[in-house]
T-cell receptor
Framework: GAGVSQSPSNKVTEKGKDVELRCDPI?????LYWYRQRLGQGLEFLIY????????KSGLPSDRFSAERTGESVSTLTIQRTQQEDSAVYLC??????????????FGEGSWLTVV | GENVEQHPSTLSVQEGDSAVIKCTYS??????FPWYKQELGKGPQLIID?????GEKKDQRIAVTLNKTAKHFSLHITETQPEDSAVYFC???????????FGKGTTLSVSS
């Protein structure tokens, strides 16, 4: 596609429910990243994929958070048993290779999650 | 791991003035330093980047400088306009196989 696509754009869920957030990266981009941005805050790294493997999961806040990527394209971030502190914008990004190689990283518009 | 500090957190300037945002990083192996602009309700957009083999890069009203010895880099916006108002993030990335680590952002307000 033309850019990184994320869905849903907005999600309101009840505390304790599970949510799935989807990311479609730019075609041909092998690296995919998930970041979390709380209201008025910076970007907090969660996880990144190189192809279908996740070399760095160090940013996942707890075992309620997981992510997978299949076919070197779509990725899903799953949050189980959501808590109010999970409310944030979840941003997905992709690049031709990991940022350390100096390839430009492009962001989607984010999925706004509100846990009530 | 990498840690990026960004200052100031807020910056207010008059239209036509210059704005400077500064960042420091901790990992001397970092070699890629992009800057992103984020408007309200949107994802971050890359505005300029610099790699460790150069000390300065300019694109119209925007320039970035890098001092590898001191491990800091700066964004300079000249002749600011109201549409420059946004949150700006610096980031750093180290060795291949690592993700970008971001600063906490600077909210720039340009008043006319």
């Amino acid at each position: 596609g033309a850019g990184v696509s994320q869905s849903p754009s907005n999600k309101v869920t009840e505390k304790g429910k599970d949510v799935e957030l989807r990311c479609d990266p730019i075609s041909g981009h092998t690296a995919l990243y998930w970041y979390r941005q709380r209201l008025g805050q910076g970007l907090e790294f969660l996880i990144y994929f190189q192809g279908n493997s996740a070399p760095d999961k160090s940013g996942l806040p707890s075992d309620r958070f997981s992510a997978e990527r299949t076919g070197e394209s779509v990725s899903t971030l799953t949050i189980q048993r959501t808590q109010q502190e999970d409310s944030a914008v979840y941003l997905c990004a992709s690049s031709r290779d990991t940022g350390g190689s100096g390839h430009t990283i492009y962001f989607g518009e984010g999925s706004w999650l509100t846990v009530v | 791991g990498e840690n990026v500090e960004q200052h100031p957190s807020t910056l207010s300037v008059q239209e036509g003035d210059s704005a400077v945002i500064k960042c420091t990083y901790s990992d001397s192996a970092s070699n890629y330093f992009p800057w992103y602009k984020q408007e309200l309700g949107k994802g971050p957009q890359l505005i300029i980047d610099i790699r460790s083999n150069v000390g300065e890069k300019k694109d119209q009203r925007i320039a970035v400088t890098l001092n590898k010895t001191a491990k800091h880099f700066s964004l300079h916006i000249t002749e600011t306009q109201p549409e420059d108002s946004a949150v700006y993030f610096c980031a750093a990335s180290g060795q291949a196989g690592t993700a970008l680590i971001f600063g906490k952002g600077t909210t720039l307000s340009v008043s006319s």
